[in-house]
């Protein structure tokens, strides 16, 4: 069983930025950021693989946001940059023990419990 730890969430103002990070307790393949929006589904926002660094992003986040592993490959960093009213939610860490779609919640097997983030117009 992997536990995860987010911290960093806060509320900021558009054209804001926020660092959110994630402590995994063991070792996963994948680790991944994903939001959900109240009356919205799940979505993913960005991914890496933990062995190789790959990364990957949803469409509506490129070029504003980056995900980045630390020293210790099993802390994971999203920096946030020009927020937008729209990346309103609660952000969620989560890890995978397989190579599955890298975006796709079903693809993780564990979670963290959340950080809000706020950006406001």
């Known amino acids: 069983q992997v536990q995860l730890v987010e911290a960093g969430g806060g509320s900021v103002q558009a054209g804001g930025t926020l660092r959110l990070s994630c402590a995994a307790s063991?070792?996963?393949?994948?680790m991944g950021w994903f939001r959900q929006a109240p009356g919205k589904e799940r979505e993913g926002v960005a991914a890496?693989?933990?062995?190789?660094?790959?990364?990957y992003y949803a469409d509506s986040v490129k070029g504003r946001f980056t995900i980045s592993q630390g020293d210790a490959k099993n802390i994971v960093y999203l920096q946030m940059n020009s927020l937008k009213p729209e990346d309103t939610a609660m952000y969620y860490c989560?890890?995978?023990?397989?190579?599955?779609?890298?975006?796709?919640?079903?693809?993780?097997?564990?979670w963290g419990q959340g950080t809000q983030v706020t950006v406001s117009s």
């Open positions: 890496i693989s933990t062995g190789s660094g790959s990364t």
């Open positions: 063991g070792y996963t393949y994948r």
């Open positions: 989560a890890a995978a023990r397989l190579y599955l779609s890298p975006l796709l919640p079903a693809s993780y097997n564990y």
